[in-house]
T-cell receptor, first 118, second 115 residues
């Protein structure tokens, strides 16, 4: 079974600074996706960034980037130039893929509560 | 708006009541999921359906009964619940086994309170 571990229950950062959230996972699969989701106080789960396991290049989305270390099974999220609107719970997630590329169950870590301070 | 709609947004029910949660997606996805989110166990996967077929039941008590009449709709029927079942119930959808892997899209959730 796949497990996802987020070792930082809470973090805080000053506005405009950079913060890194850590995530490790355990799987025997070779074909999978990894995601970071954001859940603000509104409770709406929003995709932040995704990484295909077969891609060596780290994914980036504007101020968000990941450090994907496949051998170490590590998938950290870096937020640059933090903004007040980044305050939210951040969840790391693992999605198993079928041999044909279809998606199967999505497993989440326990989350990291990030607070951006003015 | 993510394309996944859940109703109702809030529900208060007694332990002897029967109620249903509804989830609807028009994204053309083939897989739908129910998650339970509570303070004690954030984001527990409950059920997964692929092409209307249940492919995952994560040891969920029988007082929760899912139904997937088609790929666009997913229900969670509730009966004789316990106060510890109070939580946010999230529905999600993704391409599933029939398509290329992609992210899951989530509804806004139903906040359930069992009294």
């Amino acid at each position: 079974a796949q497990t996802v571990t987020q070792s930082q229950p809470e973090m805080s950062v000053q506005e405009a600074e950079t913060v890194t959230l850590s995530c490790t996972y355990d799987t025997s699969e070779s074909n999978y996706y990894l995601f970071w989701y954001k859940q603000p106080p509104s409770r709406q789960m929003i995709l932040v960034i995704r990484q295909e396991a077969y891609k060596q290049q780290n994914a980036t989305e504007n101020r968000f980037s990941v450090n994907f270390q496949k051998a170490a099974k590590s998938f950290s999220l870096k937020i640059s130039d933090s903004q007040l609107g980044d305050t939210a719970m951040y969840f790391c997630a693992f999605m198993k893929l079928t041999p044909q590329g279809g998606s199967e169950k999505l497993v989440f870590g326990k989350g990291t509560k990030l607070t951006v301070n003015p | 708006e993510t394309g996944v709609t859940q109703t109702p947004r809030h529900l208060v029910m007694g332990m002897t009541n029967k109620k249903s949660l509804k989830c609807e997606q028009h994204l053309g996805h083939n897989a739908m999921y129910w998650y339970k989110q509570s303070a004690k166990k954030p984001l527990e996967l409950m059920f997964v359906y692929n092409f209307k077929e249940q492919t995952e039941n994560n040891s969920v008590p029988s007082r929760f009964s899912p139904e997937c009449p088609n790929s666009s709709h997913l229900f969670l029927h509730l009966h004789t619940l316990q106060p510890e079942d109070s939580a946010l119930y999230l529905c999600a959808s993704s391409q599933g086994r029939g398509g290329w892997g992609t992210e899951a899209f989530f509804g806004q959730g139903t906040r359930l309170t069992v009294v």
